[in-house]
Structures are given as C-alpha cells and as structure tokens.
C-alpha cells in the first residue's frame, strides 16, 4: 500500500488532496475539521457580503440586525 492516498471523490483526473496512510486518526480528524472550518467562514463571508450589497442597494442600514440575527 502506498503511503500516500490520493482522494478521488470527485471526477478529476489529478488529484488536489493525498490523505498520508501513516498519520495518526486524531491528526486526520484535526486536518478534516480544520478543512471544513475554513469552508464554513468562506461561505459565510460571502453569503454576509451579499446581505451588504442587498441592503445597500435598498438603501436601509441593518448591519447590527444582520450580525446579531
């Protein structure tokens, strides 16, 4: 078994992760969790910078019901 996995979960024919088969379970968690934390505020940021040009477009200020809410 090689060392390094590539993920293939998707249909690209070069992989963009390799998963390392040596590295401890608790190592792989962190490295996954730490993925999906990154992803979460990317997509949080954008979805925020849409509500902005919404409400700037209506001309309304609600910036403190936005992040509160």
Do not use: W
């Amino acid at each position: 078994m090689n060392r390094y996995m590539p993920l293939t979960g998707h249909d690209c024919t070069i992989p963009a992760l390799l998963i390392d088969t040596q590295a401890p379970l608790d190592v792989l968690h962190d490295a996954a969790a730490h993925r999906i934390r990154a992803v979460t505020q990317l997509l949080e940021n954008i979805a925020f910078r849409e509500t902005l040009k919404k409400t700037s477009k209506s001309g309304e200020i609600r910036l403190s019901h936005e992040l509160n809410g």
